[in-house]
């Protein structure tokens, strides 16, 4: 069995069954903690409380004008990478075909030199934001190794697609595997890290919302 | 300001003085406190608390909305970081990869719990301003009151609250005063033709006092009996539910808590009143509108507001009529924020401050971004961390400035005593006002 045949055959069903199960797990974990009610008398509706968790999922995306002045940077980095990340593994064609082969249906893409810049741009603001965690002060206190060992592994796939790409490094084909793997890599730390986020920020805005819509206050 | 500036400087002098009176900290071994520390997490953890301790990406967004770290620029004041401890034992504890933290992080220790002390009692006033700003949702506020509780547990408490929870739970008195300091300020104001009823059955609102009303803002608590008698409606206060302040809830101590909140529900039930009014002390408010029936384990029969709320609503009714005795007047309201950010009272104290005829204008940051005084949750009392208020009032002096302001005007003693400290100290003169006060002595003929 050669390397890509490993990559795109065990190695993607061991990391897939490691990513579901794992994801899976830790959801029902932590919403299986024990719960208290809560007696006091809400200002609006259970279902304007719907409403306002609902609300504050979207709206967070966006911060506040008040805060925004002060984390402009983080937001614009923040949302940069996300959009340029998802853009890249969803609209690269040979990312679509790969999906099409065991999803039965594929979309359309975008071009490859445009993929690329996007790629770029994606690529320099994990640099740009990696640097920044290690100078600044807030983030050097809270950092952990999670902080890095996710850094490391959302990036390889995208450094190793590029040298896939662009025919550099090793033979296309080993080059092929190792990014494939790079992105199973991805998928077994998933369950494990601060990467979960893509699945908790959901619940997590969706309450901090209806809590504080069920004051009377929208957040 | 029509308040005693000679009880103002003896309370100040009295906080000074606290930890001279304090008796010594609970002895216990380091592993006991470790140990107690971690049951009470793990025992109080929720799932909705669980997926925030789940999502956190450490992007530090949140040091941007603490009014500690915007002051000071020090990153300890991160809010996240104040959470560390709690978030360590639920990953190594709790939470479903707890296996894998076990095998690859370190545990918490005594010391490190001695050091959060700072973090979580003195350099967090539980305003909930982070949970604004945190991308991924996490509220962070519910969990400093339970990191409280689990250091009160851990007998870790910072000293001032601790002796003061102690004392009202074990003698209903704060700083000595108690039922005798309520009746003297009782009496006075019925010296000064007032009346007053206290214990009266058959009515139908129960006002809640404070010692601190009765012995330092008189003028809020004489405002809030003016305007309880001109509505004409049964009401009274008790002697029994006279206590809004609930240092127990502050401090982490959940017994003493529960006993200051049950105090006041039992005199609500027992004078079957409809409605409770909690007096300006701002966390007298959430102690009993949004927890304290988690205390009495089943809805109140009978509605909590809060006095700035009670008045809004019965202007808006056409109850209440004031004169526009400050008409013209720059003025502007700083919102508590256990009144408006955790408690969604916005707009009545506004809609009274109007009909007062104040030219209102609002600070840059208001309504739910208002940053808080610096002193709430019982800050104010604790005196290591005055270096850290002066900080903070140097950030609510300019943005009092900014507005043009003559008059700040609040609806929250602790907001009110921060204020006043900081304008004595740094020797700013402009008046900080109660809201009650300035309704109750402004009431329309």
């Not at chain 1, 060992?149 to 190792?178: C, D, K, N, Q």
């Not at chain 2, 300020?185 to 009303?213: F, H, K, N």
């Not at chain 2, 508590?336 to 969604?344: A, D, E, Q, S, T």
């Not at chain 2, 302001?405 to 005593?417: L, M, Y």
Request: with cysteine.
């Amino acid at each position: 069995m050669s390397l890509l045949d490993f990559a795109r055959g065990p190695a993607l069903q061991w990391s897939l069954i490691i990513f579901v199960f794992g994801v899976v797990w830790r959801i029902v974990g932590a919403a299986l903690l024990m719960r208290t009610r809560d007696f006091s008398k809400a200002r609006v509706s259970s279902g304007d409380r719907v409403k306002g968790g609902v609300r504050t999922i979207l709206t967070r995306s966006v911060p506040p004008e008040t805060f925004e002045k002060r984390i402009r940077f983080q937001f614009i980095t923040g949302s940069l990478w996300h959009i340029g990340y998802f853009a890249v593994v969803l609209l690269f064609v040979p990312h679509i075909l790969f999906f099409e082969s065991f999803l039965g249906f594929g979309w359309p893409g975008l071009p490859n030199p445009v993929i690329l810049v996007i790629g770029a741009i994606t690529l320099a603001t994990l640099v740009a934001l990696l640097v920044r965690r290690m100078i600044h002060p807030v983030l050097k206190i809270i950092s952990t190794a999670d902080d890095y060992i996710s850094w490391v592994v959302a990036t390889l796939p995208l450094i190793t697609g590029f040298l896939a790409m662009a025919h550099l490094g090793l033979r296309y084909e080993t080059m092929l595997a190792i990014h494939i793997l790079s992105f199973e890599l991805l998928l077994i730390w998933f369950p494990f890290g601060k990467l979960m986020h893509l699945f908790f920020v959901f619940p997590s805005r969706y309450n901090v919302g209806a809590i504080f819509a069920r004051r009377g206050v929208r957040v | 300001m029509n308040i005693n500036m000679e009880a103002f400087d003896q309370f100040r002098e009295g906080v000074s003085r606290l930890p001279e009176m304090i008796p010594p900290a609970p002895e216990m071994a380091d592993d006991e406190r470790v140990r107690r520390f971690k049951k009470t997490i793990i025992e109080s953890v929720a799932p909705h608390q669980a997926m925030d301790l789940e999502t956190c990406v450490h992007c530090g967004a949140c040091a941007e909305a603490c009014h500690y770290y915007v002051a000071t620029q020090d990153a300890k004041y991160t809010p996240i970081r104040k959470l560390d401890m709690l978030r360590r034992v639920y990953r190594r504890e709790l939470g479903p990869n707890r296996w894998l933290h076990k095998l690859l992080t370190r545990d918490i220790t005594a010391e490190e719990l001695e050091e959060w002390q700072e973090l979580v009692y003195d350099s967090c006033t539980e305003c909930g301003r982070c949970s604004l700003i945190c991308p991924m949702g996490i509220h962070i506020q519910d969990m400093i009151i339970m990191s409280r509780e689990a250091l009160a547990s851990a007998g870790l408490a910072v000293a001032e609250q601790r002796a003061l929870a102690q004392e009202q739970g074990e003698k209903d008195t704060m700083f000595g005063m108690g039922k005798d300091m309520f009746m003297q300020g009782v009496e006075r104001l019925r010296q000064s033709g007032l009346e007053v009823p206290v214990d009266q059955p058959d009515s139908e609102i129960l006002v809640v006092s404070t010692v601190m009303d009765a012995a330092l803002f008189n003028d809020a608590m004489e405002g809030t009996v003016k305007i309880m008698n001109s509505l004409g409606r049964p009401w009274t206060m008790s002697t029994c539910g006279f206590e809004g302040a609930n240092f127990g809830y502050m401090a982490g101590y959940y017994e003493y808590r529960k006993d200051a909140t049950m105090r006041v529900i039992s005199a609500a039930i027992d004078l079957g009143v409809k409605t409770v009014i909690a007096p300006e002390c701002g966390h007298a408010y959430p102690a009993l509108r949004w927890d304290g029936a988690a205390v009495y384990g089943k809805p109140f029969p009978f509605e909590v507001l809060a006095i700035s709320e009670f008045i809004g609503r019965e202007m808006k009714a056409g109850n209440l009529k004031v004169k526009p005795a400050f008409s013209g007047q720059k003025v502007t309201y700083h919102d508590p924020c256990k009144l408006g950010r955790m408690g969604g009272v916005f707009d009545e104290p506004r809609e009274a401050l109007k009909a007062l005829g104040v030219d209102l204008v609002e600070m840059d940051v208001n309504r739910q971004q208002s940053y808080c005084c610096g002193g709430g949750a019982g800050n104010f009392i604790i005196n290591r961390a005055a270096p850290l208020r002066a900080k903070v009032w140097e950030l609510k002096r300019g943005q009092f400035d900014q507005t043009g302001a003559d008059t700040v005007v609040t609806s929250c003693d602790s907001c009110r005593i921060n204020f006043m400290v900081g304008a004595q100290d740094t020797h700013w003169e402009k008046p900080i006002e109660s809201l009650a006060a300035l309704v109750g002595a402004n009431l329309a003929e």
